[in-house]
């Protein structure tokens, strides 16, 4: 309670295994996210874990996948966004394009990436996804 009075937006990282604590921050949240990686087993992940959220809490939660790490296929051999789009439906929130380069300079200067690269590409995907101004 005190955090959402002292911040607009929140980002809770809960892992699978999670506490009991977690349940009354689900339940509480105004969004949830699955974030997973633009990888077969990542997507059909992600779709598991919303399906396993949706039988828990029901209608008190509407869980939507974030695809991390996407990057386009160049000659249309690899996963494509429209496969993406199939596994997860609705579930699906967007997209963040990889860019490992500029998130691995700000993890390892320990600044967020947009003190490196102002209006990067995580940054304008992570907005339209959550729904604030780039």
Do not use: C, M
């Not at 295994?17 to 059909?44: D, I, M, R, Y």
């Not at 966004?81 to 609705?90: C, F, N, P, R, V």
């Not at 929130?93 to 993890?107: C, K, M, T």
Request: aromatic letters at 8%; glycine letters at 6%; hydrophobic letters at 35%.
């Amino acid at each position: 309670e005190f955090a959402l009075q002292k911040y607009t937006n929140l980002v809770v990282d809960v892992s699978r295994s999670a506490e009991k604590w977690a349940n009354n921050v689900l339940q509480g949240a105004t969004q949830v996210f699955v974030v997973t990686e633009f990888t077969v087993p990542g997507l059909k992940s992600g779709r598991r874990l919303v399906n396993e959220l949706r039988d828990r809490y029901g209608d008190d939660i509407q869980p939507k996948v974030i695809v991390n790490k996407y990057q386009k296929s160049l000659f249309g051999s690899n996963l494509s966004s429209t496969e993406a789009k199939e596994l997860l439906g609705t579930y699906l929130a967007g997209f963040i394009q990889d860019d490992s380069r500029l998130v691995n300079e700000a993890i390892n200067r320990g600044i967020p990436t947009t003190e490196i690269k102002k209006n990067n590409h995580i940054q304008k995907d992570l907005a339209k996804i959550i729904g604030v101004k780039a």
